[in-house]
């Protein structure tokens, strides 16, 4: 099978502009949770989407957003850029919702740089 | 916000040694995993502990798992260079009937040649 994809691997942008990152879970995986990771702050959740239904969110402000399609593909948003917001966001997706107990399959990140 | 605390925050030894990592936690959980990163890249899964077991081995991995003290170590036996990387313990708990996965701060971890 293969593995989750997330496009694109980098992108810059300038502040006060939005961003739409792309992931692609492994064929069969109906689960899709996203993570930002930075230096300072490490591995933080934002969401998770099961079956195009938004399940659990993190502490971020409403400029994150995201939302899931009906083959499990999801899309996640950030408008309004801030300086803060550059960071590698990882997509992770899981065979099972709801009570779930296994391994994360991750895929390389998005690395975004707001200038 | 972190679940799990990681230490140490860095870790350096030479190649054969072996390199012990601790990860603590904060709430009751379902089960502890330990992922791997190379820099820059994506997280990889290296091993599940069930909150009901103490032990597990994996080749040259074997984690520990103490819930009384919400605590968890993982031990690398043998180290290759190939080790050098970031290593996050996961815990996983229950939020609005849905599972959530939270990392810890992780360890970085470089295995001299």
């Known amino acids: 099978k293969a593995g989750v994809t997330q496009t694109p691997r980098y992108l810059i942008k300038t502040r006060g502009q939005q961003v739409t990152l792309s992931c692609s879970p492994i064929?069969?995986?109906?689960?899709v949770s996203w993570y930002q990771q930075t230096p300072g702050q490490g591995l933080q959740f934002l969401f998770e989407?099961?079956?195009?239904?938004?399940?659990n969110k993190g502490n971020f402000p409403g400029r994150f957003s995201g939302r899931q399609f009906s083959n499990s593909r999801s899309e996640m948003n950030v408008s309004t850029l801030e300086l803060g917001d550059s960071a590698l966001y990882l997509c992770?997706?899981?065979?099972?919702?709801?009570?779930?107990?296994?391994?994360?399959?991750f895929g390389e990140g998005s690395r975004l740089t707001v200038l | 916000s972190q679940q799990g605390e990681e230490d140490p925050q860095a870790l350096s030894i030479q190649e054969g040694e072996n390199a012990t990592m601790n990860c603590s936690y904060k709430?009751?959980?379902?089960?502890l995993q330990w992922y791997r990163q190379n820099s820059g890249r994506g997280l990889v899964h290296l091993i599940l502990?069930?909150?009901?077991?103490r032990e597990k081995h994996s080749g040259r991995l074997r984690v520990t798992l103490d819930t009384s003290k919400k605590s968890s170590s993982l031990l690398i036996t043998a180290s290759r260079a190939a080790d050098t990387a970031s290593y996050f313990c996961?815990?996983?708990?229950?939020?609005?009937?849905?599972?959530?996965?939270?990392f810890g701060t992780g360890t970085k971890l470089q295995v001299i040649p």
């Open positions: 992770a997706s899981k065979e099972y919702g709801g009570r779930w107990t296994g391994e994360l399959f």
């Open positions: 064929s069969g995986h109906r689960s």
């Open positions: 989407y099961f079956s195009e239904t938004q399940r």
């Open positions: 709430t009751s959980i379902n089960n």
């Open positions: 502990i069930r909150s009901n077991e």
């Open positions: 996961a815990t996983d708990s229950y939020s609005g009937g849905y599972q959530k996965v939270t």
